[in-house]
């Protein structure tokens, strides 16, 4: 695994790049990583069933300590029925002022700290985030968002040499100043960006959308050319099959 | 320009964008103010001290100090790896370093700042830092603070933008045409109209400043080398290619509508050796065969 200390950004406009959550989760448990799910979109089930198409049990990975889930949809009621002086990785659910994220950032540290224990380490630790964009809906400030992204890059990445993973939508032409300051603060911190894109024509049976992706890091002076590919994509039930703009086959 | 924007002091404002990254030039500003012998401080926010300092050979790291706000900016690790005082104080530090001797401050990121202090607090920050209240007289030019500052145009609103705006001598906005990029500089001088230019350039991979001539502006179609051309008949359920026998007798076939020589014969000679046709008619028992022309009754 040649990719370390990166920060790749999942970013979808008109679509649901929700697709390539699932692959690099299969791709990092696959890859023998510590991984940790923050999953605040969908429910435990729900990726333990795509992953197992996908060739990876989510459930025998949690057991045997290669993944943590944090089950969003599950534990932020816990925050509401759980004794005050215990921080909860969601405890700004219960904020009047949804303060900072630090509280998260400490569950992932604790997750995915390297443990110099007897039995066989896992490769590089992982963060993958599903995603970042339900924090703003959640009364997070894009500033805190972007403070625990940070933070995160500043130790998964940059002192544990691991990678990190986030999902966020692009709200495209509707003015969401919050979602459009994330979007480019992310976007400037990120090594490598996805971009799933709906076409510009609209919905289509045999093409899905598209994918853009486009590298900004580390500080190569190339030339834009260089440095940005286009793919169109198709999801079919175990896989995704990319190709060529225009050269799908069911427009040949 | 480009080359002459560190002979003057003040603040300096890197604009970029997601598009066209401006860390690449704060650099080569870095390198080109150590390479003078200069002090050169680095606040960093964004980044971390290696990430800042690859690239850079060892003689420039070696004039180099790096303030170091990205691993723990906001006291949130324990044991604490913060610089005391958070960011504020940090700012305010660099004004006290830098008392003897000219000196270049670069400030990765002015966007981070702006984001976790308040605006006007920064602005007056920014302004003691680049010695701004003493009259430009006043200090030699070897004595003068030189502060660049890398903004991400994107985050940030017009009023903010603004602020710094009109607080900064000098304006590099980065921008950029098919893979080439540019920057377009605005200089403020006092008792002086302000100048703009713009400069086609690009980095070197040891970060050093090449400065080129705009490319044309016709757009010339650039076949990509890294995308391999796909051949779409490749997975066709039918068959798009002819064999040699094929193609053999494509090419000797007469097309119906060509009036070549031989057909202009054959028409000037009409009746040698064409037989002519015949039809051959069975009637039905319903058949009506008269044989008077039906238009017989009419008056025309």
Known sequence: MSVQGKLTLLCDAKTDGSFLVHHFLSFYL?????????????????????????????????????????????????????????????????????????PLYAFVRDALQPVDSGEAAWRC???LVDDLSVLLSLGVGPVAV????????????????????????????????ESDVLLNGLSHQSHLILRAEGLATGFCKDVHGQLRILWRRPLQPTTHRDRSLTYQYKIQDKSVSFFAKGMSPAVL | MLESLLA?????????????????????????SALRGEQVHVLGCEVSEEEFREGFDSNINSRLVYHDLFRDPLSWSKPGKALPGGPLEALRALDKRTVSGPATIALDSLSWLLHHLPCPTLCQTLHALSRQDSCPGDTPPGEQV??????????????????????????????????????????????????????????????????????????????????????????????????KKEREAKDSLTLPFQFSSEKQQALLRPGLGQATSHIFYEPDAYDDLDQEDPDDDLDV
């Not at chain 1, 197992?52 to 989510?58: A, T």
């Not at chain 1, 625990?148 to 003015?175: I, M, P």
């Open chain 2, 8 to 32: 003057v002091g003040g603040l300096m404002l890197l604009r970029d964008s997601v598009e066209w990254e401006g860390r690449s030039l704060l650099k080569a500003l870095v390198k080109k």
């Open chain 1, 30 to 102: 696959k890859a023998n990583c510590k991984v940790c799910l923050v999953a605040l979109i969908q429910s435990f089930s729900h990726y333990n069933i795509v992953g197992q198409k996908l060739g990876v049990s989510l459930t025998a990975a949690r057991e045997r300590g290669q993944l943590v889930v944090l089950e969003g949809l599950k534990s932020g009621v816990d925050v509401f029925f759980r004794p005050r002086e215990e921080p909860h990785p969601l405890q700004f659910l219960r904020e009047a002022n949804a303060g900072d994220l630090q």
């Open chain 2, 146 to 243: 030189r502060v660049l500052g890398l903004l991400h145009e994107e985050l940030h609103g017009p009023g903010p933008l603004g602020a710094l705006s009109s607080l900064a001598q000098t304006e590099v906005t980065l921008s950029g045409m098919m893979g080439q990029a540019s920057a377009q500089i605005l200089c403020r001088r006092p008792r002086q109209r302000p100048t703009h230019q713009t400069q086609w350039f690009s980095i070197l991979p040891d970060f050093s400043l090449e400065l080129q001539a705009e490319p044309p502006l016709e757009s010339q179609p650039r076949s990509d080398p890294h995308t391999p051309s796909v051949d779409p008949t490749t997975h066709l359920t039918f068959n798009l290619h002819l064999s």
């Open chain 1, 125 to 127: 630790p992982v963060l």
């Open chain 1, 146 to 177: 972007l403070d625990f992204v940070h933070y995160c890059r500043a130790t998964v990445c940059q002192e544990w040499k691991g990678n990190v993973v986030c999902l966020v939508h692009d709200s495209g032409d509707t003015e969401d100043e």
